[in-house]
């Protein structure tokens, strides 16, 4: 942060990353904003389009198109870079696709000697966030997937909804990979201070527990269900994004579902997964330990054993040089 000044570089302009640049302009995230994409006359465009809006913005911040260089003083680098899913492909089979992309991209940034927190949200995110801290050889901490912060805000939403309570009072979080494995540890589900499944309990005749299962399988689909709908998500993981970038940027230590580094945490170690974690200027400052049940235990592990899988499989793990 030269100045005090907020740098913020975006690697690819495609729809969520842009979701994300003009959410972070109309919440006034950052200070200086750089767009960066392989299609260079695209980035100019949308640095036009958005500076264009600046007018009726509650903010000044500066906008432009750049290169790799401007990486070396700032304090985030987002990586929004890739192709997109197609209806019905799994966020896996992305892999192969988009790990090339970000091998290239990571290069560059490292070359420019960037020293801050990488926010990455191509998918599949959280073997892509692995394969960042691989390539980058930057502390752990600094290295942030997007993870299930989405996938959480959705199902607050829709716990709000059941339940007719403001989303905000709603304390549950999903948690394992950013995709089918994901799940929700519903002993640990709050609404104010009571489980979800002790209200379930003492309302049968209004509330069921099959009626949150089906609240936490509709939470799994709804990326599918959008990109069958209109072929890609973007607005919802752009202001995810910008959530992630605040709680940086402004040091708040907000507790989100971010993917990180497990070291040590439920007997994981390197897989990048989501879970609760506490988030800072220098990216993750540590994680909060949920006391999971047996069961809940067991369905984060196979989540983690799943993705430590797929990431050996592909052989990025050895493929890499740490620079
Ligand atoms: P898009 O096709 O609209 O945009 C991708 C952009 O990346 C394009 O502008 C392209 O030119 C650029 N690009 C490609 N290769 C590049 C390179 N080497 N260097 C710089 N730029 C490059 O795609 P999108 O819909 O914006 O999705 C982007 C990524 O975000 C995908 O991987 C998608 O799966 C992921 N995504 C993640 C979440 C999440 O919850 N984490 C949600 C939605 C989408």
Request: glycine share 8%.
């Amino acid at each position: 942060m030269e100045n005090g000044s907020k740098k913020v570089v975006l690697i690819g302009t495609g729809f969520v990353g842009m979701s994300y640049a003009y959410a972070a302009l109309n919440q006034n995230a950052c200070d200086m904003l750089v767009l960066i994409d392989k299609d260079k006359k695209k980035a100019e465009g949308e640095a036009m389009d958005l500076n264009h809006g600046l007018a009726f913005a509650q903010s000044h911040m500066k906008i432009w198109s750049g290169d790799y260089d401007e990486c070396s003083n700032a304090d985030i680098v987002a990586i929004c870079a890739g192709v997109s899913q197609k209806p019905g492909e799994s966020r896996i089979s992305l892999l192969r696709r988009n790990s090339e992309i970000l091998a290239d991209i990571v290069g560059n940034v490292s070359s420019a000697g960037f020293k801050g927190v990488f926010l990455i949200a191509s998918n599949p995110v959280d073997i892509l966030a692995r394969m960042v801290s691989e390539l980058s050889g930057l502390p752990s901490e600094r290295i942030i997937g997007t993870g299930t912060t989405l996938d959480t805000a959705r199902l607050r939403y829709l716990l709000g909804d059941y339940f007719n309570v403001d989303p905000r009072n709603v304390h549950a979080y999903v948690i394992g990979e950013h995709g089918n494995s994901e799940f929700v540890p519903w002993s640990q589900a709050m609404i104010a201070t009571k489980t979800v499944l002790s209200i379930c309990d003492d309302n049968r005749s209004k509330y069921s527990y099959e009626s949150i299962v089906k609240i936490e399988d509709d939470v799994r689909c709804a990326a599918q269900k959008i990109i069958e709908a209109k072929n890609a998500t973007y607005y919802g993981i752009g202001m995810a994004m910008v959530r992630i970038t605040k709680a940086i940027l402004g040091d708040e230590n907000s507790i989100l579902t971010v993917s990180a580094m497990m070291t040590g945490e439920y007997g994981q170690n390197n897989v990048f997964v989501g879970s609760p974690c506490i988030v800072g200027r220098n990216g993750i400052k540590s994680k909060i330990r949920l006391p999971l049940n047996d069961y809940e235990l067991k369905t984060f592990n196979e989540s983690c054993m799943f993705l430590d899988d797929v990431f050996k499989e592909i052989g990025l793990a050895n493929s890499t040089t740490k620079k």
